[in-house]
Nanobody, 123 residues
Framework: VQLQAFGGGLVQPGGSLRLSCAAS????????MGWFRQAPGKEREFVAS????????YTADSVKGRFTISRDNAKNTVYLQMNSLKPEDTAIYYC?????????????????WGQGTEVTVSS
């Protein structure tokens, strides 16, 4: 599966953005999807994941209550709604697909990656 993330940009603290990740192929619904982010000089970190049918989500503590992951299997797209953004949310955000059925939060458990979209939170 090929993934393409978009929707990043510059936003003021407290603002919102919605990231999208479009997948190619007919097997999108067979993958658990996740979002990761990587800030300058830091390792890539887990943000959120969603089950294949979209019924179950898991969110990192650092963004819990502010970020929401969702998916639309009919559109082969996964979303990340980001609210109450903080400067520390500044990073390149990546979407990823995993063939594993359980919640996975490490990069080596994801099989396919998008190219990333940059989010900058600054006044």
């Amino acid at each position: 599966v090929q993934l393409q993330a978009f929707g990043g940009g510059l936003v003021q603290p407290g603002g919102s953005l919605r990231l999208s990740c479009a997948a190619s192929g007919r097997t999108f619904s067979s993958y658990r999807m996740g979002w990761f982010r990587q800030a300058p000089g830091k390792e890539r970190e887990f943000v959120a994941s969603i089950s294949r049918n979209g019924y179950s989500t898991y969110t990192a503590d650092s963004v819990k209550g502010r970020f929401t992951i969702s998916r639309d299997n009919a559109k082969n797209t996964v979303y990340l709604q980001m609210n109450s953004l903080k400067p520390e949310d500044t990073a390149i955000y990546y979407c990823a697909a995993s063939q594993r059925m359980v919640v996975v939060t490490t990069t080596d458990e994801y099989d396919y990656w998008g190219q990333g979209t940059e989010v900058t939170v600054s006044s």
